[in-house]
């Protein structure tokens, strides 16, 4: 049973930082791909980024490259996601999910696990 837990949401003001992590449990994540997705308040989920847990490449959305980095820790199974530079628009409920291989790793209806979600509330 694969399970996905976030931690590190809270309330930051704009231009501060958080650090959320996914810890994964439940099986071997080798040949899997580690997103974030998004939902802002009366908007639809979207991608934020991503990591191929094998070789680390990694994925993001326009609005988040250069301030945002994906990262994971083989050792603990959990990947990170480090948000520099917090806009408003930021404010959102973060969920981590993943699925087998890298193809269309921005559709989050092609994602089999999801976790529960965190909120990141940035303050202007």
């Known amino acids: 049973q694969v399970q996905l837990l976030e931690s590190g949401g809270g309330l930051v003001q704009a231009g501060g930082s958080l650090r959320l992590s996914c810890a994964a449990s439940?099986?071997?994540?080798?040949?899997?791909?580690m997103a974030w997705f998004r939902r802002a308040p009366g908007k639809e989920r979207e991608f934020v980024a991503a990591?191929?847990?094998?070789?680390?490449?990694?994925y993001y959305a326009d609005s988040v490259r250069g301030r945002f980095t994906i990262s994971r820790d083989n050792a603990k199974n959990t990947v990170y996601l480090q948000m520099n530079s917090l806009k408003p628009e930021d404010t959102a409920v973060y969920y981590c999910?993943?699925?087998?291989?890298?193809?269309?790793?921005?559709?989050?209806?092609?994602?089999?696990?999801w976790g529960q979600g965190t909120h990141v509330t940035v303050s202007s």
């Open positions: 999910a993943t699925k087998i291989g890298t193809g269309k790793y921005y559709t989050s209806s092609l994602y089999d696990y």
């Open positions: 439940g099986r071997t994540f080798s040949d899997y791909i």
């Open positions: 990591i191929y847990w094998s070789g680390g490449y990694t």
